[in-house]
C-alpha cells in the first residue's frame, strides 16, 4: 500500500482525515519532495537563520540540538523563563519503555534507547535508571495482550509473572484476580528536567541560541518565514512548531488547525506507609495498569525518586483546559479513582494523595503524533499531540522533525519502511 512512501502511519496524522485515508495517501512524502526541489531552487540568503524552533520543551529542545548538530544556524525559542512549569515537560521524572500497544513505537525506541545513550555519553551526565515496568491488566483483554504480544513479538527482554510468583517479586502490589502480569526489563525512568537541561545545554555549545521569555506573537509565511516575537522579529528557512498545548494559537497564524484537545493532568504523589518501600533498591518498577474495575483507562506509577517517601502515581485521562488558565480546571475525577484503585492494590501506601501538581497532555483523536510539513507552507514543520507518551521519544521526534525541516525524508530503519508496505 505504501510502496512509494516511507512515512508510517504515526506520522500521517491530524489533517481531519480517517485512518483509511491517511494509510492510502502518500502526501507527506510528496511534500518532502517539493520542500527540496524547492530549496535547491528558490533559497535566499537573507535569513538570519537556516531555522527557528518555536518553542523549548523536550520536542523542541531535541530538534533544535540536531539542526545544531548538522550545521544549521537554529534559534530557539521559548515564551516563558526557562526552566518553567506551565507546559508539559517539567517534573523530575518520565517513564521509558519499549513496551507499547503498537510495533511502531517498539521499532521507534530501539533507536531511541541509543540517541539517549549517545546523549548520556557526549554530556557526561545520568539520564536513564533502568528499573523495569510492570505491565498489568486483564488476562483476557484486548489491551494487555496487545501488549504482551508486542513485547513477545519485538523480543524485547521480558518476565511473565504468574498469580503464584507474582507477590514474590513485588510484594507491594495486589494482583487482580485474572489479570496477566509482565514485566518490560529494558524500561525504566528518564530524568526528565536534567534531560531537558542537558540538550539544551549540548545546543547551545554547538553554536545554537535559545532566547526564552519571549513569546512568538506572529508567524509569516514565505519562502523565508518571518517571526515576531514579544522582543523581536526573526527570520529563517524554515521554521518548526513544537508548542507542546498552545500548537493551534500558533498554527492560528498559518491558517491551521489540528484536532487536538488540551488537558489537565493531577500530578499526584502518595505516601509509603514505610518510608523506603517502594523504592528503586526494593526494586519496585515502573508500573501501567491498562484496564482495572476503578479505571477505563491507563494507571500508571514510578518508584519514589524525586520526593523521598512519596511515589507518582497517575491517571491517564484529565478534563479539558486552557492552557494559560490551567487553575480554572479543577476536575479531581481522576483522583477519586486513583485513591479507590490504590486503597485496594497498593496497601502499602496512604491513599490519600501527599502532593498534587499539575501538567499537561495536547491529545490526538487516536493519540498518535502529528509530524509534519504544513500543508500550505512547506518550510513549516509541525511536531504536535504528543498525547501524554512523548518524552521517551524527545531525541527520535527531533531527528525527524530536524530531517524535515531540512528538506530531508524522514529517515526510518528498514525494518519501519517495511512495516509501511503491508
Ligand atoms: C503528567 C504527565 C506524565 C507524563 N508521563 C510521560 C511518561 O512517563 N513518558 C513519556 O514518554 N511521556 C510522558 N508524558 C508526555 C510528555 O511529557 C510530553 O509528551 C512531552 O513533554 C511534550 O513535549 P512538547 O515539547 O511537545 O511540549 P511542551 O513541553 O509543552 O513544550 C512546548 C513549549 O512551547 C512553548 N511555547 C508555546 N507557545 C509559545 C509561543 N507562542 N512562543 C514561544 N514559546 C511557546 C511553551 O512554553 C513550552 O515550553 C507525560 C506528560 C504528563 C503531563
Ligand atoms: O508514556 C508513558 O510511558 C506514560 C505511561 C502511560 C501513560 C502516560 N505516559
Not at 523536550?58 to 518553567?84: D, I, K, M, W
Not at 517517601?309 to 479539558?320: M, N, V
Not at 513549516?380 to 527520535?396: E, R, Y
Amino acid at each position: 500500500m505504501f510502496q512509494s512512501c516511507s512515512v508510517p502511519p504515526p506520522f500521517r496524522n491530524g489533517r481531519g482525515q480517517s485512518k483509511q485515508e491517511r494509510e492510502t495517501c502518500s502526501c507527506v512524502c510528496e511534500r518532502v519532495v517539493r520542500v527540496s526541489s524547492y530549496r535547491k531552487t528558490k533559497m535566499s540568503t537573507t535569513a538570519e537563520y537556516d531555522c527557528i524552533v518555536i518553542g523549548a520543551g523536550v520536542q523542541g529542545s531535541f530538534t533544535a540540538y540536531q539542526l545544531a548538530q548538522h550545521n544549521q544556524r537554529t534559534l530557539l525559542l521559548e515564551q516563558f523563563v526557562l526552566p518553567h512549569t506551565r507546559g508539559s515537560s517539567h517534573g523530575q521524572t518520565r517513564i521509558i519503555r519499549k513496551a507499547y500497544d503498537q510495533d511502531f513505537y517498539t521499532h521507534m525506541m530501539e533507536e531511541c534507547y541509543e540517541l539517549w545513550a549517545q546523549l548520556e555519553r557526549e554530556a557526561g551526565v545520568k539520564l536513564y535508571r533502568q528499573t523495569g515496568l510492570l505491565v498489568m491488566g486483564p488476562e483476557n483483554s484486548v489491551s494487555y495482550q496487545q501488549y504482551k504480544s508486542t513485547l513477545q513479538k519485538n523480543k524485547v527482554p521480558m518476565v511473565t509473572l504468574t498469580p503464584d510468583n507474582f507477590s514474590q517479586h513485588i510484594p507491594q502490589i495486589h494482583l487482580n484476580e485474572g489479570d496477566g502480569a509482565v514485566v518490560d526489563v529494558t524500561a525504566g525512568v528518564l530524568f526528565a528536567d536534567r534531560a531537558l537541561k542537558t540538550v539544551q545545554g549540548q545546543f547551545q555549545k554547538l553554536g545554537g541560541i535559545i532566547r526564552d521569555k519571549e513569546k512568538v506573537t506572529d508567524i509569516e509565511p514565505g519562502p523565508i518565514v518571518t517571526v515576531s516575537t514579544t522582543a523581536g522579529v526573526y527570520r529563517a528557512k524554515s521554521v518548526v512548531i513544537t508548542a507542546g498545548p498552545w500548537a493551534n494559537r500558533l498554527l492560528a497564524h498559518t491558517g491551521l488547525q489540528l484536532p487536538l484537545e488540551v488537558v489537565k493532568i493531577n500530578v499526584c504523589y502518595w505516601k509509603e506507609k514505610v518510608p523506603g518501600s517502594h523504592g528503586v533498591e526494593q526494586r519496585f518498577p515502573c508500573f501501567l495498569v491498562t484496564e482495572c474495575e476503578e479505571a477505563r483507562a491507563h494507571i500508571y506509577g514510578l518508584p519514589s525518586n524525586e520526593y523521598p517517601g512519596l511515589l507518582k502515581i497517575c491517571y491517564h485521562i484529565g478534563g479539558r483546559t486552557d492552557p494559560d488558565q490551567t487553575n480554572k480546571q479543577r476536575d479531581r475525577s481522576d483522583i477519586d479513582i486513583l485513591q479507590r484503585y490504590i486503597a485496594r492494590c497498593l496497601p502499602g501506601l496512604d491513599p490519600e494523595p501527599a502532593v498534587v501538581e499539575s501538567c499537561m497532555y495536547t491529545m490526538t483523536p487516536d493519540s498518535d503524533f502529528v509530524l509534519d510539513c504544513h500543508p500550505t507552507y512547506s518550510n513549516i514543520v509541525i511536531g504536535a499531540g504528543f498525547s501524554g507518551h512523548g518524552f521517551k521519544f524527545g531525541p527520535i521526534i527531533g531527528k525527524l522533525l530536524c530531517e524535515l525541516s531540512m528538506g530531508k525524508e524522514m529517515g526510518l530503519s528498514a525494518d519501519m519502511s517495511s512495516e509501511t508496505k503491508k
